[in-house]
């Protein structure tokens, strides 16, 4: 399976600052696509990411608050905008790959607001 | 709309065998997931069940009833090292994942 690092792994931001995540994978992949999973609860899908067309966000989610960037078939950015605490999260890059599609998931990076 | 029900947490013995339900009802069906995840790790792939019955992968097997929206994960032989989250989701119609709230397991010597 595809390795997947995520950068940077924590990061501790003020409130209406910015921060990018990075998620490199060491082989092309059509599809990733950017989770958020608050403390204690489970994964919600923030936008699917495909290389060469606009990113397809989930409901509740919108571009002028996660900018994603898809360079080429190797790498995506994800950007949490103007932050509030309401934003502290884990945010987890994967993409789908082997005999049923499974998705794999990138290490996360740890996002606190204050 | 789209749902998957899971306990939210179970507590086991070591040695013993445990059984982690999951419902769905979702709008079509191409497949359910299981994932663990270790407390500050990302989740990571199972078992995955897209025809009716029992799938075994050494001490871990995933069944699947369709028709009752139904799986359950079974985890044998339990070792300290199973304590986590076992997250149920299911692919819809568009291949969607929709993912379950997670069962946080709890193992006890």
């Known amino acids: 399976s595809a390795v997947i690092s995520q950068k940077p792994s924590r990061d501790i931001c003020q409130r209406g600052t910015s921060l990018t995540i990075q998620c490199q994978v060491d082989?092309?992949?059509?599809?990733m696509f950017w989770y958020r999973q608050q403390p204690g609860q489970s994964l919600t899908l923030i936008a699917t990411?495909?290389?060469?067309?606009?990113?397809?966000?989930e409901s509740g989610f919108v571009i002028d608050k996660f900018p994603i960037s898809r360079p080429n078939l190797t790498f995506s950015t994800l950007t949490v905008s103007n932050m509030s605490p309401e934003d502290s999260s884990i945010y987890l890059c994967?993409?789908?790959?082997?005999?049923?599609?499974?998705?794999?998931f990138g290490p996360g990076t740890r996002l606190t607001v204050l | 709309g789209q749902n998957i029900d899971q306990p939210t947490e179970m507590t086991a013995t070591e040695g013993a065998i445990v059984q982690i339900n999951c419902t769905y009802q979702?709008?079509?069906?191409?497949?359910l997931f299981w994932y663990q995840q270790h407390a500050g790790e990302a989740p990571t792939f199972l078992s995955y069940?897209?025809l009716d019955g029992l799938e075994e992968k050494g001490r871990f097997s995933s069944f699947l009833s369709r028709s009752k929206g139904y799986s359950y994960l079974l985890l044998k032989e339990l070792q300290m090292k199973d304590s986590a989250s076992y997250l149920c989701?299911?692919?819809?119609?568009?291949?969607?994942?929709?993912w379950g709230a997670g069962t946080k397991l709890i193992i006890k010597p």
């Open positions: 994967s993409l789908a790959q082997g005999d049923y599609n499974e998705q794999f």
């Open positions: 082989s092309q992949v059509t599809m």
């Open positions: 990411a495909n290389q060469g067309s606009e990113a397809t966000y």
């Open positions: 979702t709008s079509g069906f191409n497949g």
């Open positions: 069940n897209v």
């Open positions: 989701a299911v692919s819809d119609s568009n291949y969607q994942l929709i």
